[in-house]
């Protein structure tokens, strides 16, 4: 009798074990989907970033085409926070470093998106210190603009020490 109460549990072990494993490979199969529907092609990815930034006027022909392609890679990567610095500190210190670089020239409101600051460092660090997280993000991408136009036409400037500029 003992002998047959052991072959049942070790016939329902079994048992167990086939569903379990079932459900491990069904739930790898379900994994393995998931992660091939999320991950895109290099092309593809490439092409939506192109679409994103050009959604967000980077591709409007304004900026120098190493700009643009810098602004794809960025929307390709995920890394918005390059140009949307993750702390109102860090972005206040790009552009103070952007700041440098232009000498502190006048940064000019041109559209309703823009923002003006005046010429010479204690403007630019007043507006560094006062501006919202917005407004400083707008201004890294106008000063780096500006100095990207500036080296288009050979101006001579003090060398861009921010990462915007390594590629």
């Not at 393995?32 to 930034?53: D, N, T, W, Y």
């Amino acid at each position: 009798m003992q002998v047959l109460r052991v072959e049942k549990l070790k016939a329902r072990i079994h048992q167990l074990e086939q569903e379990v494993a079932g459900r491990e490979q069904c739930m790898a199969a379900t994994s393995a989907e998931k992660q091939a529907r999320a991950v895109l092609s290099a092309e593809q990815a490439h092409e939506r970033a192109h679409e994103r930034a050009k959604l967000h006027g980077y591709l409007d022909g304004s900026y120098l085409a190493s700009t643009q392609s810098l602004f794809v890679r960025v929307f390709q990567a995920g890394q918005v926070e390059r140009f949307y610095p993750s702390s109102l500190a860090t972005a206040s210190e790009r552009l103070m470093t952007l700041g440098a670089a232009l000498n502190y020239k006048t940064l000019l409101k041109y559209d309703s998106q823009a923002v003006e600051v005046g010429s010479g460092e204690q403007a630019w660090r007043e507006f560094a210190t006062h501006a919202n997280y917005d407004q400083l993000a707008q201004a890294i991408l106008q000063a780096q603009h500006f100095f990207d136009n500036l080296q288009a036409m050979h101006a001579p400037t003090k060398g861009c020490p921010t990462a915007f500029c390594e590629q």
